[in-house]
Nanobody, 123 residues
Framework: QVQLVESGGGLVQAGGSLKLSCAAS????????MGWFRQVPGKEREFVAA????????NYADSVKGRFTISRDNAESAVYLQMNGLGPEDTAVYYC????????????????WGKGALVTVSN
């Protein structure tokens, strides 16, 4: 089993930056891919970014490319999401997720989920 705890959410003005962190415990952290997803009330959860177990490969949703950066520290069992150039459209609950495999294989390959961190971007 894997436990994931997000932190770093909050309120930020449009154009600002925020960094989310996710602490993992349980299964060997360096053995599985990690990802970030987000969800707005009334809408489906959507993919934001993912990173392979080694940290060599990353994937991003088109909507965040060039603005968000995912990274991980296997020694600290943590994954991060640096968010720059935030806009109101980025307002959502952000979920940290752990995968079944060393590489990201889409949402279907994600097995573990945190409880989420709310990010609110004001105009």
């Amino acid at each position: 089993q894997v436990q994931l705890v997000e932190s770093g959410g909050g309120l930020v003005q449009a154009g600002g930056s925020l960094k989310l962190s996710c602490a993992a415990s349980g299964r060997t952290f360096s053995s599985y891919a990690m990802g970030w997803f987000r969800q707005v009330p009334g809408k489906e959860r959507e993919f934001v970014a993912a990173i392979s177990a080694s940290g060599d490969l990353t994937n991003y949703a088109d909507s965040v490319k060039g603005r968000f950066t995912i990274s991980r520290d296997n020694a600290e069992s943590a994954v991060y999401l640096q968010m720059n150039g935030l806009g109101p459209e980025d307002t959502a609950v952000y979920y940290c997720s752990g995968g079944r495999y060393p590489e990201y294989r889409g949402p279907e390959g994600m097995e573990y989920w945190g409880k989420g961190a709310l990010v609110t971007v004001s105009n």
